[in-house]
């Protein structure tokens, strides 16, 4: 079967991969230097297992032409980035697109792995009078991608194409796990489950966040208070980790968007959930600022574990209101190649961090920061993302 991804990110890419096992699969993406880099079997992601499957990979090509993509292929899957603007994500790309897409093929099914406002599939149907387009929203963490598409918790396809339980079968047999649980349903409800999956994310940790400031603020151990509740199997363990707020490209984004459907309805828990956030951060901030040191180092910036990306980690905003209350910054990020970060100097010698910061704050800890535990400001409870 041939299928085309359009967008190779952490998305288009370990799907694409783990599909070409069996199919004939072609990526796109406008980036030249990327396609030169997939075709030479090379991956610009840092992610281990992409990195292997890319370099074993057989039926699979990478271009930048929209005909050679486009044209004869039976399933268009569509992995583009919707970054928010004003409250709002911006889907022109998906449009763009689609629009290319039925110049050169009116036969193929097109699914959106992106994330979409609630109602947003089916708009496109109507504009383009093409029922073939379907939604299936993805529930990948950054940095596991191939993972948690050999695992998945769940497979959501929406049923509007004749082809939808051909491509729910397609997800499935990429599937390690045996009979993952999955749904076929209307595109509107799926793009609400995405939306509020990770609303509820974003909620739950911005609960344990807010927890940990009143324990903080009372002088109470919120590591034994959090460990208490958590011991209730109808609370769990999952996302229970204080931290500096919820970050990465999905939670922030997401929950706006979700905030954004609640404009004439009544829902002060849905729509404070970035309130929250913010204030957690200012918290944090505050609590740093209190320690009356001139040299504040920065440990790790990435959102999660291994990760490269720092996009719209909770730690930048804290950066730029200790800038802006005359403290000195220095960051220690091994991952990023960039000399400077919001004007602050990266620096990649371990030691030479340490000895130039008179407080070290780290959102998370490891072995290498333990050791200087003494000199570090965190939150983090239980080690864990």
Same mark, same amino acid.
């Given at each position: 079967?041939?299928?085309?991804?359009?967008?190779?990110?952490?998305?288009?890419?370990?799907?694409?991969?783990?599909?070409?096992?069996?199919?004939?699969?072609?990526?796109?993406?406008?980036?030249?230097?990327?396609?030169?880099?997939?075709?030479?079997?090379?991956?610009?992601?840092?992610?281990?297992?992409?990195?292997?499957?890319?370099?074993?990979?057989?039926?699979?090509?990478?271009?930048?032409?929209?005909?050679?993509?486009?044209?004869?292929?039976?399933?268009?899957?569509?992995?583009?980035?919707?970054?928010?603007?004003?409250?709002?994500?911006?889907?022109?790309?998906?449009?763009?697109?689609?629009?290319?897409?039925?110049?050169?093929?009116?036969?193929?099914?097109?699914?959106?792995?992106?994330?979409?406002?609630?109602?947003?599939?089916?708009?496109?149907?109507?504009?383009?009078?093409?029922?073939?387009?379907?939604?299936?929203?993805?529930?990948?963490?950054?940095?596991?991608?191939?993972?948690?598409?050999?695992?998945?918790?769940?497979?959501?396809?929406?049923?509007?194409?004749?082809?939808?339980?051909?491509?729910?079968?397609?997800?499935?047999?990429?599937?390690?796990?045996?009979?993952?649980?999955?749904?076929?349903?209307?595109?509107?409800?799926?793009?609400?489950?995405?939306?509020?999956?990770?609303?509820?994310?974003?909620?739950?940790?911005?609960?344990?966040?807010?927890?940990?400031?009143?324990?903080?603020?009372?002088?109470?151990?919120?590591?034994?208070?959090?460990?208490?509740?958590?011991?209730?199997?109808?609370?769990?363990?999952?996302?229970?980790?204080?931290?500096?707020?919820?970050?990465?490209?999905?939670?922030?984004? !997401?929950?706006?968007?979700?905030?954004?459907?609640?404009?004439?309805?009544?829902?002060?828990?849905?729509?404070?959930?970035?309130?929250?956030?913010?204030?957690?951060?200012?918290?944090?901030?505050?609590?740093?600022?209190?320690?009356?040191?001139?040299?504040?180092?920065?440990?790790?910036?990435?959102?999660?574990? !291994?990760? !490269?990306?720092?996009?719209?980690?909770?730690?930048?905003?804290?950066?730029?209101?200790?800038?802006?209350?005359?403290?000195?910054?220095?960051?220690?990020?091994?991952?990023?190649?960039?000399?400077?970060?919001?004007?602050?100097?990266?620096?990649?010698?371990?030691?030479?961090?340490?000895?130039?910061? !008179?407080?070290?704050?780290?959102?998370?800890?490891?072995?290498?920061?333990?050791?200087?535990?003494?000199?570090?400001?965190?939150?983090?409870?239980?080690?864990?993302?």
């Amino acid at each position: 079967m041939k299928i085309t991804v359009v967008g190779v990110g952490y998305v288009g890419l370990s799907l694409g991969l783990l599909l070409s096992k069996e199919n004939d699969v072609t990526l796109f993406d406008s980036d030249s230097k990327k396609i030169e880099l997939i075709n030479k079997r090379q991956s610009f992601l840092e992610e281990a297992a992409i990195k292997e499957l890319l370099r074993r990979a057989k039926n699979i090509r990478a271009t930048t032409s929209k005909e050679l993509a486009y044209k004869g292929a039976t399933f268009i899957i569509l992995a583009l980035p919707t970054n928010l603007e004003d409250h709002a994500l911006n889907t022109s790309a998906i449009d763009a697109v689609i629009k290319d897409i039925l110049t050169f093929n009116r036969e193929a099914t097109i699914i959106i792995k992106s994330t979409v406002p609630i109602g947003f599939t089916e708009y496109l149907r109507k504009k383009y009078f093409y029922h073939s387009i379907i939604f299936s929203p993805e529930f990948l963490r950054e940095g596991l991608t191939v993972h948690d598409n050999l695992y998945p918790s769940r497979i959501i396809v929406s049923n509007e194409s004749k082809h939808s339980e051909l491509f729910l079968n397609l997800l499935r047999k990429v599937a390690v796990t045996k009979k993952p649980p999955y749904l076929l349903t209307r595109s509107s409800e799926a793009e609400a489950i995405k939306l509020f999956s990770n609303a509820y994310l974003a909620q739950k940790i911005a609960f344990f966040n807010e927890l940990d400031t009143f324990a903080e603020l009372h002088h109470l151990n919120s590591k034994k208070i959090i460990e208490g509740m958590c011991y209730d199997s109808r609370i769990g363990n999952a996302h229970n980790n204080p931290s500096f707020g919820f970050g990465g490209y999905c939670l922030p984004k !997401d929950s706006k968007q979700l905030e954004s459907h609640f404009k004439n309805i009544s829902a002060p828990l849905m729509t404070n959930i970035n309130n929250s956030n913010v204030s957690r951060k200012m918290h944090i901030a505050k609590m740093i600022l209190s320690r009356n040191v001139t040299t504040i180092g920065i440990y790790r910036i990435n959102s999660k574990t !291994d990760s !490269d990306n720092y996009r719209d980690s909770a730690i930048i905003n804290i950066i730029d209101i200790l800038k802006n209350n005359g403290r000195e910054v220095i960051i220690f990020e091994p991952l990023i190649r960039e000399q400077t970060i919001l004007g602050c100097p990266v620096i990649n010698d371990f030691t030479k961090f340490t000895t130039s910061s !008179d407080l070290i704050v780290a959102n998370r800890m490891d072995d290498q920061v333990k050791k200087y535990r003494k000199k570090v400001y965190t939150r983090d409870a239980f080690h864990k993302d």
